[in-house]
């Protein structure tokens, strides 16, 4: 087998890789901002993501069909608001405590949440049926790529686009970005960050759980799923810098690519290869590809 | 377990203190020791008046105290918020079985593997966390952790992967055959009180104060002429070394190890011990572990298997109610009588 066969044999991983991606962008994207805004670390932000696979497997089921998905999706994106809300409720009484009090509340938070999922759900596997329409394998240049796949990829390139215009174009999208780069300086000038911080846990959480839907053909939903996505999710704001929307978009299709080659190859590294992977990127850049330099430095 | 018989002997060491007048340090110092004496006394009495199951459960405690002490000393005295202790507990855990399993079932060897283990790992991964402070620290020591559980998930041939380890025979200790209860709990107090003494010398070293320093401010600490990282990675392995020589005692009793004793829910139950103690508190953290011991092996049975609800409840009360834990309480206490 010559090389260039040998790298087209491994475009259909890739492809799952840049899915994979596109999913990891879209929980990462919601870490980072919340993070970016008060420091919170958010340890139940897979809790969410896991929420939402369950309420596809409740609505969707067997009978997967678009009518069943855009209730799902729908009703993740209520559920994804109220809960970011709710975190933001509990967060905002421990504003002037530092990150670690923080941190330890929202994974109460998560360890209350798998609990009770799995009190409810029990500790089976469940799995997501694709849209029919997107369910079978397409053949591009002699190899075979999963339509729903190529479809996320396409989902989640929309996503970015206007996740960016939104950041980048808009009053909102510049309120956030200043609360994310000096909190107090808005609240001098006569803005209560509160909103947008109630706003942008919000948006975190309709992402994450909306994330469990399209994530469901994927990745099924069970207990400890959280804890795999919680970790990818922060290994991709980690490596892209946290607080930067673009940063989570470079690290989640850089950590996706190397997780689904790394566990095609060679699969029993797979996690070392992983760690590798941040690591060369803490060390070449401290605060994570696209993040300020001085977040990852000592003081 | 044994709080009744605790308090029993405090009401009567006052009593027999002698009345005539000491000097004034021995009048503050002499309680104590008589209360250090009367405790280590009831540790090792343990075995003679507790019955089996409560052995057993205090070995346990013996052995994740020890973890907990190895957190204080990372996050509590030197201000690094680790969640990858528990994965150096489990590389311990790995080390010692796979030591006994293989080479030797000398528990002595066992332990000093799992430290060795334990230390290499912390060692290999924390050059890295080092460079990052808090929430950053925080982040990156959880996926170490998590990396660590996948690896041991996936090297299916030398861990057994998801299954775990298990077959560990029961290791000896000269000629004594650790698998009697009584045995193994005096062995492990040693060995546990040992690591307890070094860790609070280490805390109160001026290698200790120094970690101090830093943990409350870095830059001016490194400003006097410290170099920081060294002290920070130095005291990072160290705690890697004691969260491996913990996890060998675990194991040297439990005999199984397994992934999830590397994961995220084994450095959440340790995080919740520590910060119930008070984070910079070993004393605190022994309260703490033996809390978390308790939840693990005391909910009434139509609870079994909550525990991580249970858990989860307890650090979201813990976060808004109970501001500096155990070691916090006499300084509140007070203040409510003033």
Redesign the interface.
């Known amino acids: 087998m010559g090389f260039l066969e040998g790298v087209t044999a491994q475009l259909p991983t890739l492809v799952s890789g840049l899915a994979m991606g596109c999913l990891l962008y879209t929980l990462a994207l919601g870490l980072s901002l919340i993070f970016g805004m008060m420091d919170v670390l958010n340890l139940a932000h897979g809790t969410l993501y896991l929420a939402g696979a369950y309420v596809g497997v409740l609505v969707i089921g067997d009978s997967p069909s678009w009518s069943t998905y855009l209730v799902a999706l729908l009703l993740a994106a209520l559920l994804g608001i109220a809960l970011g809300g709710l975190l933001a409720g509990m967060v905002m009484p421990l504003a002037g405590r530092g990150h670690m009090d923080q941190a330890l509340l929202t994974l109460g938070l998560a360890l209350i949440g798998a609990s009770l999922m799995e009190a409810w759900f029990g500790g089976d596997i469940h799995n997501v049926s694709a849209p029919p329409a997107l369910s079978g394998n397409v053949e591009i240049l002699g190899q075979f790529y999963p339509v729903y796949r190529l479809a996320l990829i396409a989902l989640g390139a929309v996503a970015a686009v206007l996740v960016t215009l939104l950041l980048r174009r808009t009053a909102v999208g510049a309120l956030v970005r200043a609360t994310v780069s000096d909190r107090d300086m808005v609240r001098a000038i006569g803005i209560d960050t509160r909103l947008i911080l109630f706003g942008v846990f919000g948006f975190g959480g309709l992402l994450a759980v909306c994330a469990g839907i399209l994530g469901g053909p994927l990745l099924g939903a069970a207990p400890g799923l959280d804890h795999y996505v919680l970790l990818i999710a922060l290994i991709v704001v980690v490596v892209g810098g946290l607080g930067s929307p673009a940063g989570a978009l470079l690290g989640a299709l850089l950590i996706g690519v190397v997780q689904s080659l790394g566990t095609a190859l060679v699969p029993s590294v797979a996690p070392f290869l992983l760690f590798g992977a941040m690591a060369l990127v803490l060390i070449l850049r401290p605060g994570g590809l696209l993040g300020r330099v001085s977040d990852g430095e000592p003081a | 377990m044994s709080t009744e018989s605790a308090t029993a002997e405090l009401a009567e060491v006052p009593a027999e203190t002698p009345a005539e007048p000491r000097s004034p340090s021995w009048r503050r110092t002499g309680p104590r020791i008589l209360l250090a004496t009367a405790s280590v006394g009831l540790l090792f009495g343990a075995p003679w008046y507790l019955d089996v199951f409560a052995v057993s459960v205090a070995t346990q405690l013996l052995s994740f105290s020890l973890l907990a002490a190895s957190l204080v000393l990372v996050m509590g005295t030197a201000g690094m918020?680790s969640l990858a202790q528990s994965a150096y507990f489990g590389v311990g855990g790995y080390a010692a079985g796979l030591l006994a399993i293989h080479v030797t079932q000398s528990a002595v060897a066992m332990l000093v593997c799992a430290a060795l283990a334990g230390l290499v790992f912390a060692a290999a991964?924390g050059w890295?966390l080092?460079?990052?402070?808090?929430?950053?620290f925080?982040?990156?020591s959880?996926?170490?952790g998590?990396?660590?559980a996948?690896?041991a998930n996936?090297?299916?041939d030398v861990t057994g992967g998801s299954d775990g380890l298990f077959g560990i025979p029961s290791p000896t200790l000269g000629g004594l055959d650790l698998a009697v209860e009584g045995y193994l709990y005096l062995y492990t107090l040693v060995m546990a009180l040992g690591t307890f003494v070094v860790v609070a010398l280490i805390r109160a070293s001026p290698f200790g104060l120094a970690l101090r320093g830093i943990r409350d401010s870095?830059?001016r600490m490194r400003a006097l002429g410290y170099r920081?990282?060294w002290y920070k990675f130095a005291v990072f392995c160290i705690g890697g070394a004691v969260a491996g020589v913990s996890g060998a005692l675990w194991v040297t009793q439990i005999r199984f190890v397994s992934p999830h004793d590397l994961?995220?829910?084994a450095s959440?139950f340790v995080?919740v011990a520590v910060?119930i103690g008070g984070a910079d508190s070993l004393l605190g953290a022994l309260v703490g572990a033996a809390t978390i011991i308790a939840i693990r092996n005391f909910l009434p049975t139509e609870w079994e298997g909550?525990g991580?609800?249970v858990?989860?409840?307890?650090?979201?009360v813990?976060?808004?109610t109970f501001?500096g834990g155990v070691a916090a309480l006499p300084a509140r206490l007070a203040a409510l009588r003033k």
């Open positions: 918020p991964t890295l080092i460079r990052t402070r808090a929430s950053y925080l982040m990156l959880l996926a170490i998590e990396l660590l996948a690896g996936g090297w299916m870095e830059s920081t990282g994961g995220f829910m959440a995080l910060i909550q991580p609800l858990l989860g409840v307890l650090l979201v813990i976060v808004y501001r």
